[in-house]
């Protein structure tokens, strides 16, 4: 790979080189639909010049020099073209190695073993009452990445992941729903034992909502539990943080400039590369960065921003550590880690008082943002009348803009929680990369849900 | 026969092989400016093998790596999923024409000069707007052989343009997004220009609307939302577990008359058209829903067996995969569809509609860009508001109109869509 930088002609160039192998297992109702073995090795090369860049991605590895060459070459159509003095971050060339301490190695258990969990539990599942199939999904990869650019740094990482999700599909009448339980972890096997109880709850909320009624739309008081208030955060403010976004665009800039008010004192947002055993996150990020914990918001108003080198130096801040690519077939892109919101001290109790008519959300089947709006749908909710959990109701989807909802955030409770699912992020054409969120429940005041009004 | 497929045989399995490889080269546009070129050379095998009635499936990117796909594949298989099928003898396969000589001579200054065209009138629009455009050409070829002799060898490339911008008025966020995909070199900057022009014109100016229930015009983009669910229960493996609310209906009228959708892998010019599925079977053209009428299932060859059907094309291993979904068209034109509407709304860009239970109907989502229309003219832009409806029962009973353009969306090829009754929930 030095060799190959080398012949770099470039003002940067850099070198990814990746292999993953890869289990997944697919089981629907008796039936296992997939089981499949695959390995993926591949190789990039990035370069700079005068303010374009150049990509190249292949498999084949015969002729590394010449991928540089074409990198160059393009980098160099562009560069003469743009004529922009566009430098990186500049970050201390480092080199290590970093062997993954996993708790338990997940591509190390034989598929045996995880076959026979994965039918216990789809057993499990078809047992519960009216639940007329199942959707089993598991992943697990382990990934060697190997980098270096012409900075002088070389990383190599190895990394791990594991992800699934075991769910419960009620039908009747031509009505099926369904509720799911999820799973994952960037260092520990463990994280798919002892479900049992998660998945006869999701069971019995996806047999519940046979007999639910459709939610009618309109405005509302609403308390997300902390998976969807962790999507909420993720959606409503973590892709507007990105500052791949924000860097060439005066009038976003402004928006989230350093300083602005959007939330009550108790907000707080961050996101982090070093939190713990969640997906996505890693010693280092996909240009040799290190990951670190990074505050978007606090006490309400901004006070940071997401970064790659290009961006940092462009808004004239630091590095974060948030450039990612999901494989070698992309370049890096500002993404994020995992995403929170601060816990508070606010019981769930405290939240339901005063609260006539609202609803409560649990379970994120997973949102979307454009920016200034955000959306996403729940996979279970209640009605809260009188300040009690009262009945089920289905086909919840919550949308609002984006700055208005920060600032109706009321109360943010005391009890945080992680949550890492078989899903992940999508931006550009990268998608899903693996990303975590955080938070406790929050309360937020006039939230639109959609749906028709009776 | 390829070596892989003879150790295979010898080790007592029937296997398929597909090996794909690609060359893509895209130019991207960010904030006003050439950013970016990027060459993605690609290289895949792909091997099913059926070992004792058990399917093993593994894929592979390693140059050279044969022994080791085979003994992923032969591993898995003793896990796989027990199946009713065998892979199929050879047959006619037709040759669809998406392979255009002119896409793969594309030269990169071609392509710049189509990304700076789009971006130079997004910037003549107004200095602060943040325009965006990417061009993309692609050359693949596909390989599909298996132990009972298939052997079928496939070449397409592909064109891609997409343009849009976003702007910003204090905190006020417009943006608006468009795409021309083709095999052939057939694209139309006016037709991308004229649409992002009008967006920024009529887009900029908000209207606000009581909740209720409106009149909708879907775009053929915002349509794609109200077919998905369709799609999903269309799907053979839903209808032979039951979780499909389609099972068992064949025959049956469960759309409106006006309603018809076709799978068609062997169109010319579109993307998802082949000579056969990833199983070996050929693509074809099948009636899946005709005048209202459920007519076929989209099926894998397990689907099919359970279900007594014919294959049609659609096969995976994990199950079916559409080629070129069509929606026929409709006899009235767009301009006539929204001249009619007295109040009511279009949608075009929509959040959020994939989330959510497919097999119930329900498509819920925010309107990321919808237009208020009163007495045939567009007003302004409506936004902050969800839209929702039931798919079975308003394409059954609200179906108003269809029109007779239709876009490719890539893989769907759709018209606009006229709904009645759809109700709008937002700020009361």
Redesign the interface.
């Known amino acids: 790979m030095v060799k190959a930088l080398n012949r770099s002609t470039a003002e940067y160039c850099e070198i990814r080189i990746e292999e993953t192998e890869e289990t997944v297992?697919?089981l629907?109702?008796n039936?296992?639909?997939?089981?499949?073995?695959?390995?993926?090795?591949?190789g990039n090369v990035r370069a700079l010049h005068q303010g374009?860049?150049?990509?190249?991605?292949?498999?084949?590895?015969d002729d590394l020099e010449k991928k540089v060459d074409?990198a160059c070459a393009?980098?160099k159509?562009?560069g003469d073209?743009?004529k922009k003095d566009i430098r990186l971050y500049p970050i201390d060339p480092v080199v290590d190695y970093v062997h993954g301490e996993f708790k338990k190695e997940a591509f190390a258990v034989p598929?045996?073993e995880k076959?026979k969990l994965l039918k216990e539990y789809n057993a499990i599942v078809l047992g519960c009452p009216e639940i007329?199939?199942s959707s089993v999904y598991y992943l697990d990869r382990h990934t060697h990445l190997h980098f270096a650019n012409s900075d002088g740094t070389y990383i190599c990482q190895e990394k791990m992941d594991v992800a699934g999700t075991i769910g419960a599909?009620a039908?009747k009448e031509?009505?099926?729903?369904?509720e799911s339980t999820t799973f994952g972890s960037n260092q520990d096997y463990n994280v798919i034992m002892g479900l049992e109880d998660e998945i006869k709850e999701a069971a019995k909320a996806a047999r519940d909502m046979l007999y639910a009624p459709?939610v009618e739309?309109?405005?509302y008081t609403v308390i997300l539990d902390p998976d969807m208030a962790g999507t909420f955060v993720h959606e409503a403010f973590g892709h507007l943080s990105e500052a791949d976004d924000l860097?060439?665009?005066?009038?976003?800039k402004?928006?989230l400039k350093i300083g602005t008010r959007y939330g009550s004192d108790e907000l707080d947002i961050y996101d982090s590369g070093i939190e713990g055993p969640n997906r996505g996150e890693s010693k280092y990020d996909d240009e040799g960065v290190p990951m670190q914990k990074t505050y978007l918001i606090k006490g309400g108003v901004v006070v940071g921003h997401l970064h790659s080198r290009e961006s940092a130096i462009k808004m004239n801040e630091s590095v974060t550590g948030n450039a990612r690519a999901i494989n070698y077939?992309f370049?890096p892109i500002v993404r994020m880690r995992t995403t929170c919101i601060a816990p508070r001290n606010h019981t769930f109790e405290e939240m339901l008082q005063g609260i006539s008519l609202g609803v409560y959300v649990k379970g994120s089947?997973?949102?979307?943002?454009?920016?200034?709006?955000?959306?996403?749908?729940s996979s279970r909710a209640y009605m809260i009348r009188n300040g009690a959990i009262a009945e089920i109701v289905?086909?919840v989807?919550l949308?609002?803009?984006v700055?208005n909802t920060l600032r109706n955030i009321d109360l943010i409770g005391n009890d945080f929680d992680y949550k890492n699912s078989a899903g992940g992020c999508g931006k550009g054409a990268q998608s899903p990369l693996p990303v975590a969120q955080g938070s406790p429940h929050i309360r937020i005041q006039?939230v639109?849900?959609?749906?028709?009004?009776k | 026969m390829t070596r892989i497929l003879e150790s295979a045989h010898e080790r007592g399995a029937e296997a398929t092989l597909i090996i794909s490889e690609s060359k893509d080269t895209s130019v991207s546009f960010?904030?006003?400016?050439?950013?970016?070129?990027?060459?993605?050379?690609?290289?895949?095998q792909n091997l099913q093998v059926i070992k004792d009635g058990k399917l093993?499936?593994?894929?592979?990117?390693?140059?050279g790596?044969e022994e080791?796909?085979l003994e992923?594949?032969m591993?898995?298989?003793e896990?796989?999923?027990?199946v009713g099928y065998v892979f199929p003898n050879p047959e006619r396969y037709g040759q669809p024409k998406v392979f255009d000589q002119r896409v793969a001579d594309v030269p990169?200054d071609q392509m710049?000069a189509i990304g700076e065209e789009l971006v130079d009138f997004m910037k003549s629009l107004d200095s602060?707007i943040?325009g965006g455009a990417q061009v993309q050409k692609s050359v693949s070829q596909v390989g599909v052989k298996n132990t009972k002799g298939i052997d079928v060898y496939s070449k397409k490339t592909g064109f891609v343009i997409v343009a849009g911008f976003?702007f910003?008025?204090g905190?006020?966020?417009l943006?608006s997004w468009d795409w021309q995909v083709m095999t052939s070199l057939e694209y139309d900057l006016k037709a991308l220009k004229d649409r992002l022009g009008e967006d920024f014109e009529i887009g900029r100016k908000n209207v606000s609307i009581e909740?209720?229930?409106y009149e909708v015009l879907f775009t053929p983009s915002a349509f794609s939302d109200i077919v998905t669910p369709i799609m999903v229960c269309l799907d053979g493996?839903s209808v032979m577990?039951?979780?499909?609310?389609f099972a068992g209906r064949l025959g049956e009228e469960i759309l409106a008359p006006s309603f018809s959708l076709i799978e068609d892998g062997t169109l010319d010019g579109a993307v998802g058209s082949r000579p056969c599925d990833d199983q070996g079977v050929p693509c074809r053209r099948t009636s899946l829903i005709d005048r209202g009428v459920l007519c076929e299932y989209l099926l894998d060859l397990e689907s099919a067996h359970r279900l007594g059907r014919r294959p049609i094309g659609t096969g995976t291993?994990?199950?079916a995969r559409p080629n070129n979904l069509v929606v026929s068209e409709g006899d009235v034109s767009v301009s006539d569809l929204i001249g009619g509407m007295k109040r009511g709304i279009i949608i075009d860009?929509t959040?959020?509609a994939?989330?959510?239970?497919p097999?119930?109907g329900?498509v819920?989502?925010?309107i990321?860009l919808g237009y208020l229309v009163e007495d045939g003219k567009k007003v302004g832009r409506v936004?902050?508001?969800?839209?929702?409806l039931n798919v079975f029962s308003h394409l059954k009973s609200n179906l108003l109109a269809l029109s007779k353009e239709t876009k490719n969306l890539g893989s769907l090829i759709l018209p606009y869509c006229l709904v009645g009754g759809v109700?709008i929930?937002?700020?009361?």
């Open positions: 297992v697919r629907r109702g039936d296992t639909e997939l089981v499949t073995q695959n390995v993926s090795v591949g374009g860049w150049g990509f190249v991605s292949f498999n084949r590895f074409e393009q980098a159509i562009l073209r743009l598929l045996a076959m007329t199939s599909v039908t031509r009505l099926t729903t369904q459709v739309g309109g405005q860097d060439e665009d005066e009038r976003m402004e928006l077939r370049p089947y997973g949102g979307q943002t454009n920016g200034e709006m955000f959306t996403f749908a289905r086909d989807n949308t609002g803009n700055f006039n639109v849900i959609g749906g028709e009004k | 960010d904030a006003n400016r050439l950013k970016r070129i990027e060459d993605t050379e690609s290289y895949a093993g499936v593994a894929a592979s990117t390693r140059v790596g080791e796909l992923n594949a591993n898995v298989a896990f796989g999923p027990s990169i710049i602060s943040n976003q910003v008025e905190q006020n966020l943006s909740p209720g229930s493996r577990r039951g979780i499909s609310p291993p994990a199950g860009q959040m959020g994939w989330a959510g239970n097999y119930a329900t819920t989502g925010n990321a936004k902050d508001c969800m839209f929702s109700s929930s937002g700020r009361d």
